[in-house]
């Protein structure tokens, strides 16, 4: 329905961008597809290739002002070089070398740590110092000041995980110093946040109010693991506790209000039983997974991908994609759902399913 060439329209389409204008008729297929067509692709960073360029940079590159963190960011192949995993997640290796102090500083940036593997950082968020250990989830939700400090000999590294993408498309961000060190440098076990929330189905009094984001600094691996455990054990049971056979996964909560730990990020973990295949399903949004144990495979776009510990890869918006369990596997899965759902555009589809 294209209209005929001639030199008349040729002036009116100049006369559009004289005037900063552009038709619909001409572009409606790139505006209003089908389907969604992300130009983010599929992808995945082996950890054996990450760890050690952040090594590398442990070396080269200083920890302090200026540069901030020592953060290597994941840059999604389709995006043209912009350092984001997806066009609403950001995604990156940080890596704190023996007694370094990475100095606070604060953002409107929502954000989290997990861990994959190592201890003895602790980070310091509003004052309260978290401790960093291997398969903890650690938050720092927007404009919250905070620094890390390594209390150790050895080298650590974890991926942190922002919405940049999102804030720096609509312009919400600000960004603020703090102090050049870290305000406290003790190193508790479990921090104030910790021991006053996470004590299974209370509430504390002093904290009735809802929050817009989780006041819980750390979500300890010990928790996380025994719940997946016992899904698994009430299948064993006959008990439908897992979202499908041999796959048993948790949701990150905020306590104050049963929905998710911050306004714009999803956090899980999965767990597969050796052999497990999961559905094919596609989803609106961004998905990034690291393993966190185990070996298996990923099929995106009907192309498999072989994983094993530490590995990241990224789901973009409507691919195709099914999990692959070679050995007991677990995942840390974390995505946009949040902004998804809650501007009502989510949409999944599992293939198979009526």
Known sequence: MQPEDTPELRRLYQGFRDNNLNPLWTQ?????????????????????????LAQASGDLVPVGRGGERRAIGLANPGLGGETYITPTLWCAIQYL?????????RHSQN??????????????????????????????PGWNFHGHHNDTDQPMAWIDGLDIPFSFQNDVGFFEFGADRVTDY??????????????????????????????????????????????????????????????????????TTGGDVMPTIRAEFHRLRAGT????????????FQVFDGRGAVVMNGETTRLDKGDIFVIPS????????????????FSDAPIIERLNFHRTLIEGAE
């Open 277 to 288: 295949e999961t559905p094919t399903r596609r989803e609106v949004g961004s998905t990034v």
């Open 28 to 52: 409606i297929g790139d505006l209003m597809p089908v389907h969604p067509r992300p130009r983010a692709v599929p992808h995945v960073w082996k950890w054996s290739d990450l760890y050690p």
């Open 186 to 255: 003790a190193t508790p076990r479990y921090s104030r946040g910790e021991r006053l929330w996470c004590h299974p189905g209370l509430r504390p009094l002093s904290g009735l109010q809802d929050t817009v984001a989780s006041p819980i600094g750390a979500y300890r691996w010990e928790f996380t693991d025994a719940a997946l455990t016992q899904q698994l054990l009430l299948e064993d049971e006959g008990q439908p506790a897992t979202i499908e056979q041999g796959h048993a996964a948790v949701r990150y909560i905020n306590p």
């Open 111 to 140: 954000a989290f740590r997990f861990v994959v593997e190592g201890e003895g950082v602790w980070t310091v968020v509003n004052g309260d110092p978290v401790r960093m250990s291997r398969g903890d989830f650690l938050l720092t």
């Open 97 to 105: 070398g023996p007694r370094e102090t990475a100095p606070e500083h």
């Open 318 to 333: 409507w691919v195709a994609w099914s999990l692959q369990a070679e050995t007991p596997f677990d995942l840390f899965r």
